[in-house]
């Protein structure tokens, strides 16, 4: 059995993550969850949004999975998505968005997966009032060659593995011609030890446009941190929204299972959150366990789900259960 440190979080995080487990439990995994706290709620409780119990935890176990956690906007604590990324070393965030059946969008046959540096870049956090009376704010962005080859070369090895066609890494090197332009340098480095893999660069304004345009044509997509942060949200709307996307952030020696969508503490406790965003997390976590055959048969049962019993999906998704109608359904075909 393996031990994974579980972290529910705010608003519907309890809701989605009981479900989540359910449907793991009910599918067979051999897995121990331990339960931690961390965001909003942990912070109102103890004074703490990142309780030191919780950072041992994941310090031990070494993998966890993460409900969404509420952030304040411009004041209070910092995030704690970016505080766990950066103490665990958590360099690559992939961001899988593939068509779903049944699921509302204009697109069609979408499946791509992108790798965004996850601990560089404008979100390095090191921001200064540059005088007293706070009218210029500076922000510094920082580009390595370490961490440029470790992302770039972590989306090539998943497209060796995955039997991946294409890499398009994602720059602004004709503007920010140091830090992205060293990020494509690399890039361009890499791409000729993995011959089989097409590899392309665009600039990030053009990238924005193709992806609503033609999304289909990615495969692959590697970039820096603020861009990716940008485009897997993109990404994610081409296929339903984030309430349909898993996320993953992975390090030498660490992995960190998460929802990336909000805490949405509006519809909290009345059983309309959609799991399914924090449940293909948890697949990519079965798949980091080198568990890919279970991951996929929960993944065929969330699909028969949404084709033929839409009745019980949550409404964001055009049905009209609840999220624990949509849980049952799943764990019904797989036990049967």
Not at 50 to 57: G, I, Q, R, S
Not at 86 to 99: D, G, H, T, V
Request: net charge negative; proline share 4%; hydrophobic share 40%.
């Amino acid at each position: 059995m393996t031990n994974i440190v579980l972290i529910p979080g705010d608003g519907i995080g309890k809701e989605i993550s009981s479900s989540v487990t359910k449907i793991m439990d009910a599918a067979g995994a051999d897995i121990n969850w331990i339960e931690c706290k961390a965001g909003e709620e942990s912070y109102l409780e103890t004074g703490n949004p990142l309780p030191d119990e919780t950072v041992k935890a994941i310090e031990k176990h070494r993998i966890a999975l993460k409900g969404p956690l509420t952030t304040p906007v411009g004041a209070g604590f910092r995030s704690i998505n970016v505080a766990l990324r950066q103490k665990f070393n958590l360099y690559s965030n992939i961001r899988p968005a593939k068509s779903l059946p049944n699921i509302e969008s204009p697109f069609r046959s979408v499946d791509l997966v992108i790798f965004r540096e996850n601990t560089q870049g404008l979100y390095f956090g090191k921001e200064m009032w540059m005088d007293e009376e706070k009218k210029h704010a500076e922000s510094m962005a920082v580009i390595t060659r370490d961490a440029s080859e470790r992302i770039v070369t972590a989306a090539f090895e998943y497209a060796r593995k995955h039997h991946r066609k294409k890499v398009t890494l994602v720059h602004k090197a004709n503007i920010l011609k140091l830090t992205t332009g060293l990020f494509l340098e690399i890039g361009r480095e890499i791409a000729p030890r993995y011959p089989e893999i097409e590899f392309e660069d665009l600039i990030v304004d053009n990238m924005a446009m193709q992806m609503v345009m033609r999304p289909q044509r990615f495969d692959i997509i590697v970039t820096t941190n603020l861009f990716g942060d940008i485009l897997s949200d993109l990404a994610s709307g081409l296929v339903g929204g984030l309430g349909v996307t898993g996320a993953a952030n992975i390090g030498d020696d660490a992995a960190i299972f998460e929802a990336v969508h909000g805490s949405a503490p509006d519809i909290a406790g009345k059983g309309l959150a959609n799991p399914t965003a924090l449940l293909f997390s948890a697949l990519m976590l079965l798949e980091y366990l080198d568990q890919p055959r279970l991951a996929e048969k929960i993944r065929s049962a969330v699909y028969t789900v949404l084709q033929d019993h839409k009745e019980d999906c949550t409404p964001d998704v055009g049905g009209s259960g609840t999220t624990f109608t949509y849980a049952d359904a799943i764990c019904r075909l797989l036990k049967d």
